[in-house]
């Protein structure tokens, strides 16, 4: 046999033996253990990846473009909450199977100068006229799961212009101007959301303005398609402009309401009150994470619990 065919007989019988070795880990007794092999060098074979981390900062979202723009909003010296209100608008255009801000929201905000611990309850009560006899007059003898009957009057615009007023740096308009941007010019849709985004379309093709608005042309955004949507650019840049208080009106109509079928008639104006303020409550750092006890609801809904 020649010398080439040593080598390739050689170089064969070394990646045999790489893809039959296991791999081995450390237990939590210290002692190596064997597991199936895997792509990991070092650490725990589960782990899709190295951990991050970081001196100055860092931000953690379900989708890169949303985490990029908060670590770029630090990077430009606005605080956390600046940063996660930038990234929470961005993830209502680009993930809108996952949150947006016909939503709630909910924070624990650390504040390190007075070593407080803060909570906010921006949760929507139900919506003021849609009483019992509404919903008997609809024929309803309970509440729908899908479409407008079952959202209660969103929070999360007036929870994000809470959290500025407090802890706040930059102009609300720079951290919305990511959102406007990437809804006005366009975003690549990945991979999981797209699949996410059709089978939720489907399950809400009974109302015409979700297939308008999120299945132009008929069908929902693919992977690597750029996706835009000019009404909710429109309405952030109102929000932007006009600020927390008139978060409902104008703004609303303005974000795509949904038609009930068979009524004709547009629910957002008819039956959502203006929002109220949200309110705020201060937890002992201690117990921030024990959320049971004395929770009582208020004239403005849910307030977090105070242990």
């Known amino acids: 046999m020649n010398r080439k065919a040593w080598l390739a007989c050689i170089l064969v019988g070394m990646l045999g033996l790489a893809c ?7 237990t ?8 199936t092999p895997g792509d990991r060098i070092t650490g725990r074979t589960f782990a ?7 001196r100055h900062g860092m931000a953690c979202t379900s989708q890169p473009l949303a985490t990029q723009v908060a670590v770029e909003i630090l990077k430009r010296g606005g605080t956390a909450v600046d940063a996660a209100i930038a990234a929470n608008a961005v ?8 949150c947006g801000i016909g939503g709630d929201l909910f924070a624990l905000v650390w504040d390190p100068k007075t070593k407080r611990l803060h909570g906010l309850n921006a949760s929507g009560r139900s ?5 019992l006899d509404e919903f008997r007059r609809r024929n309803l003898t309970r509440i729908p799961s899908y479409g407008p009957l079952p959202v209660t009057v969103p929070g999360c615009v007036d929870g994000w212009f809470e959290l500025h007023g407090r802890f706040g740096r930059l102009p609300m ?16 849709v990945s991979e999981l959301i797209a699949y996410y985004w059709e089978r939720n379309v489907a399950a809400l093709a009974p109302f015409p303005n979700v297939r ?19 009404q909710l650019a429109a309405t952030l840049e109102k929000i932007a402009a006009g600020g927390g208080k008139s978060s409902t009106g104008e703004r609303s109509r ?13 629910w957002m104006p008819k039956i959502w009150p203006p929002i109220a303020p949200t309110g705020w409550n201060q937890l002992r750092p201690t117990i921030a994470a024990t959320m049971s006890g004395s929770c009582r609801r208020t004239g403005r809904g849910w307030r977090p619990c105070r242990c």
């Open 20 to 26: 039959l070795s296991p791999v081995l880990v450390e």
């Open 127 to 131: 919506p003021k006229r849609l009483t």
């Open 91 to 98: 993830l209502g255009v680009v993930e809108p199977t996952g």
């Open 212 to 230: 308008d608005v999120y299945a132009p042309n008929g069908r929902t955004p693919r992977k690597g398609d750029v996706f835009r949507n000019p």
């Open 254 to 266: 303005g974000s795509s309401p949904t038609s009930w079928p068979g009524r004709g008639a547009c």
């Open 173 to 188: 308009k720079d951290l919305l101007a990511p959102a406007i941007g990437y809804a006005r010019d366009g975003f690549p």
């Open 48 to 54: 899709t990846r190295s951990e991050v981390i970081a």
């Open 28 to 35: 939590t007794s210290g002692a190596p253990a064997r597991t």
